[in-house]
Nanobody, 121 residues
Framework: QVQVVESGGGLVQAGGSLRLSCTAS????????MAWFRQAPGKEREAVSC????????YYADSVKGRFTMSRDNAKSTLNLQMNGLTPEDTAIYYC??????????????WGQGIQVTVSS
């Protein structure tokens, strides 16, 4: 059974940094597009950052450009999201997703359970 597991969330003050990691097991990680989504209270889930299976195409939401950096390590089946300059607006549950469609919020994706990121003002 495929497992997608996020780690690294928590509570941080505004202006601080966090590094989220996602590990995927029992799937051919190297051929999957990967993405981070987030859902804040009362809001729809949105794509934060996406990376193609080759790693040559990336997407960042306008709200995180210049602050967040995504990377993937295919050898370790790991996806990372370095988040700098965090603001209270970044508070949300962050989800890691592996899918065959790039940057798609699809029920066909393999989803992690989500991890809380809270930024205090």
């Amino acid at each position: 059974q495929v497992q997608v597991v996020e780690s690294g969330g928590g509570l941080v003050q505004a202006g601080g940094s966090l590094r989220l990691s996602c590990t995927a097991s029992r799937l051919p990680f190297v051929v999957y597009h990967m993405a981070w989504f987030r859902q804040a209270p009362g809001k729809e889930r949105e794509a934060v950052s996406c990376i193609s299976w080759r790693g040559d195409t990336t997407y960042y939401a306008d709200s995180v450009k210049g602050r967040f950096t995504m990377s993937r390590d295919n050898a370790k089946s790991t996806l990372n999201l370095q988040m700098n300059g965090l603001t209270p607006e970044d508070t949300a549950i962050y989800y890691c997703a592996a899918g065959t469609a790039y940057c798609s919020d699809s029920t066909d994706n393999f989803w992690g359970q989500g991890i809380q990121v809270t930024v205090s003002s």
